[in-house]
């Protein structure tokens, strides 16, 4: 894991401490990656819920109740299915918040309409949802560390936005 991935969640720590707030994760592309970035900062079991490795259509349709009909209309791989696996981990994990990721990270699996290195990026509370797209193929490994970082910066973000508007 990187520094700056250390330092971003250690952020997000320090902000979710402050409010007293929770978070989940539903992972598809990063596989775990984003609630290992979470855990490694000491006492984040206190806002911290868990996550759902979502790998599998079922998953993603069973415990974070994504519709079958967005994956049909959509795929698997877009902006509406991350939004929707946002407010299913909120739902499923009872919390204020949640990261969400589905992507191609390679070096298979990607197509002429979403090439590998594509990865939708969600992040959301009760009140709203962010978006990420990112592109471009580093490799699965630098394609899985972009997407994590990207997402807690995302949530960071947010994070800020929200607890300034109180």
Request: proline share 2%.
């Amino acid at each position: 894991m990187s520094l700056e991935t250390k330092f971003i969640s250690r952020e997000i720590s320090e902000l979710m401490w402050k409010e007293g707030i929770t978070l989940a994760t539903a992972e598809s592309c990063t596989a775990g990656n984003l609630a290992a970035a979470i855990t490694a900062i000491p006492g984040s079991s206190h806002y911290y819920k868990g996550g759902v490795v979502a790998y599998a259509n079922q998953v993603k349709e069973n415990l974070l109740r994504v519709d079958v009909n967005t994956i049909e209309t959509y795929g698997v791989v877009s902006e509406e299915t991350v939004c929707e696996m946002v407010k299913g981990a909120m739902d499923t994990l009872n919390t204020d918040y949640a990261i969400a990721t589905s992507g191609v990270a390679g070096p298979g699996g990607g197509s002429p309409d979403i090439p590998v290195g594509t990865i939708w990026i969600a992040v959301g509370s009760r009140n709203k949802i962010v978006t990420m797209k990112l592109e471009g193929d580093d490799g699965r490994e630098q394609n899985i560390s972009k997407a994590t970082k990207s997402a807690l910066h995302l949530m960071r973000d947010l994070l800020k936005e929200e607890q300034n508007q109180d």
